[in-house]
């Protein structure tokens, strides 16, 4: 086993090297690039100023690339190798710290944490993410896991302040609050729910507390609308879901999905009103049975559930999933489940920004491929969503 975690770290991390030179394919590092400059010139507490999409926790990273490499003081894109490196670094440290935490996790059962350290290690879907295109899901699902393994134990306190961390790294943590609210509230009852609420609370303001003179939330805020008004409001961003079906079967491209259907009801309204309700019954799962299992299907199915259904979703939105699901290796259908998540995931992300010519002729132009993911996609969710509700009914008869 030993001999296999020291294989899969090698190789994980050669891949990695490899690629953290590799020129923005995507253009996201270049927008990141500049928004690091702006730091560096205006200092942290501006940092808002510009359109800055991100929550505090990766502005301090950037802060801390901006200190250590003075070279963001005139760079304002990533041409610069040096640059593009270093804007990788952080997902790769994360990457890392995913798959300690991961066997961590299973430590009872050495093989299997052996095994889902390596997957983390070289997951196609893991390494493009972060080393290639410069991503940072890594990071925010990184305190996602260290939350849910503080409350699995019952440390409820840290529990609640990292993932209140997860949601300042990256806004697309809100789709796992639902399964931690549950799970407080069953374990420590209202008391234990408003508790972590605080706590929660008073580290998200902590966190703001630099950025509040320069008016850095409303800007936040300001910006995130700015963001969705350019492009980043279609019914699907790339991501393999219900509403990409919608585009491609029914539309034919993207289409926007602030679409009023009915009074002033529109799509984006539907698609979170049924997650909504969705996420009502996995809250109801894990209050009836808050058992770590039961907990994890739970994170895995909401962020599934948001990612099949909600609208403006992009395609790395299910990273988490593919995560969480890892804890669960040890079972036979499990291990099929991650199979078949793995390969969806992996398939979109190549679709959406495809590293290569030919790879963007066989699945981005080949719209068959898109159609029969979102079906899998689909599938999938219901698959764990429908073995969370069977579980938690099946504890209730029980008890």
């Known amino acids: 086993m030993t001999l296999t975690l020291a294989a899969s770290v090698a190789v994980g991390l050669a891949v990695r ?19 690091v400059h702006g730091i560096a010139s205006n200092g942290l507490p501006s940092a808002y100023d510009a359109r800055l999409s991100f929550p505090p926790v990766m502005t301090y990273i950037w802060w801390l690339l901006a200190a250590v490499e003075p ?19 952080p997902a790769l440290l994360a990457d890392l710290g995913l798959a300690g935490l991961v066997g961590y996790a299973l430590r009872q ?21 972060s080393a290639l295109l410069g991503h940072y899901e890594s990071i925010y699902v990184l305190f996602a896991l260290a939350a849910a393994i503080f409350a ?45 609420a605080a706590i929660g609370v008073g580290v998200i303001v902590i966190l703001w507390l630099p950025f509040l003179a320069a008016d850095g939330p409303a800007n936040y805020l300001r910006n995130i609308g700015f963001y969705q008004e350019q492009g980043q409001a279609a019914l699907s961003v790339w991501a393999w879901n219900i509403w990409w079906l919608v585009q491609e079967l029914v539309i034919g491209g993207f289409a926007y999905d602030g679409v009023a259907i009915v009074g002033p009801l529109s799509v984006k309204h539907l698609s979170y009103l049924v997650t909504a309700i969705l996420w009502t019954f996995i809250a109801v799962a894990v209050i009836r049975d808050p058992r770590p299992r039961t907990f994890i299907l739970a994170l895995a199915a909401s962020v599934l559930v948001a990612f099949s ?16 699901l890892l804890l669960l290796l040890p079972e036979p259908r499990m291990r099929w489940l991650n199979a078949g998540l793995g390969v969806v995931v992996t398939l979109n992300m190549l679709a959406s920004v495809p590293p290569t010519a030919e790879i963007s002729s066989i699945i981005r132009e080949t719209r068959l491929i898109g159609v029969l993911g979102s079906l899998a996609m689909l599938g999938i969710t219901g698959v764990v969503y429908t073995i969370l509700r069977s579980r938690s009914a099946g504890r209730a008869r029980v008890v």
């Open 109 to 129: 059962r050495p093989r299997w944490a052996v095994a889902a350290a390596a997957v983390i290690l070289l997951h196609p879907a893991v390494i493009d993410v």
């Open 17 to 35: 090297l490899i690629l953290l030179p590799r020129a923005d394919i995507s253009g996201d590092i270049d927008l990141f690039v500049g928004w």
């Open 309 to 324: 259904f909600a609208t403006s979703m992009h395609e790395r939105y299910s990273y988490a999933a593919l995560v969480f």
């Open 152 to 196: 699995t134990s019952g440390r409820t306190g840290w529990a609640a302040a990292l993932i209140a961390l997860s949601l300042m790294t990256k806004p697309q943590a809100v789709m796992m609050l639902v399964p931690f609210a549950a799970l407080f509230f069953a374990t420590s009852g209202w008391r234990g729910l408003v508790r972590a």
């Open 71 to 89: 070279g963001f003081r005139t760079e304002t894109d990533s041409s610069d190798q040096a640059i593009r490196i270093l804007m990788k670094v």
